[in-house]
């Protein structure tokens, strides 16, 4: 079993939906979570990051934790085509090691 | 403030040769980790290196090295390639201090071996 399941999609909305993006985990020890957005032939960039259960906005974007349930979630509303991309959950213990799911394709459609 | 680069962008190889891959982190920055991305396995951590020290290693054979200078540049090597090492190999760069821990990534350098 990975140490992070998520749904690998592909994942197709028209634009203006919300978009919610799932990870669950398996090790508690895990405390840090993110979310990076990784467009074709390019590095991840960091969305969102938070260490907390509850919920965490920014703009467009609130990225949910549950620690009871391990479990991850990423809210996008009002999705644009510019959010087509893949996402990725990540999530540490502390330290640099990032372990990631394997990433949700999502395309965002007019 | 300049990104995180990496050098080459893409490189061929053939089985049984040795790479060697190049991250700068941003300025300022300390870690620096590796992380290779595949199709069939997703992005997997390989190792961190902070004053120039490996502090944490991931699951990869011995094949897979790297070591970091004083400037916090970085070099990853991989010895004798196989083709299951084709794959975009990405560095993140992180202050990681006790307030700010958050890794940034480069555009990856995207090793193919024939």
């Known amino acids: 079993q990975k140490e992070v399941e998520q749904d690998p999609g592909p994942l197709s909305v028209p634009e203006g939906a919300i978009v919610s993006l799932n990870c669950t985990y398996s090790n508690s020890a895990f405390q840090y979570f993110m979310w990076y957005r990784q467009y074709s032939r390019k590095g991840p960039e960091l969305l969102m990051y938070t260490y907390s259960s509850g919920n965490k906005e920014d703009g467009r974007f609130t990225a949910q934790v549950d620690k009871s349930s391990k479990y991850i979630s990423l809210f996008i509303r009002d999705s644009q085509p510019s959010d087509s991309a893949t996402y990725l959950c990540?999530?540490?213990?502390?330290?640099?090691?990032?372990?990631f799911g394997t990433g949700t394709q999502l395309k965002v459609e007019l | 403030k300049a990104g995180v680069t990496q050098t080459p962008r893409y490189l061929i190889k053939t089985r049984g040769q040795q790479v060697t891959l190049s991250c700068s982190p941003i300025s300022g920055h300390r870690s620096v980790s590796w992380y290779q991305q595949t199709p069939g396995q997703g992005l997997q951590f390989l190792f961190e290196?902070?004053?120039?020290?490996?502090?944490n290693k991931g699951n990869f054979p011995g094949r897979f090295s790297g070591r970091q200078f004083s400037n916090s540049r970085s070099e990853m090597n991989v010895s004798t390639l196989e083709l299951g090492d084709s794959a975009l190999y990405l560095c993140?760069?992180?202050?990681?201090?006790?307030?700010?821990?958050?890794?940034?990534f480069g555009p990856g350098t995207r090793l193919t071996v024939l």
């Open positions: 993140a760069s992180s202050l990681r201090t006790a307030g700010d821990d958050t890794q940034y």
């Open positions: 990540a999530v540490a213990g502390g330290g640099n090691k990032l372990t």
């Open positions: 290196y902070f004053s120039e020290t490996q502090r």
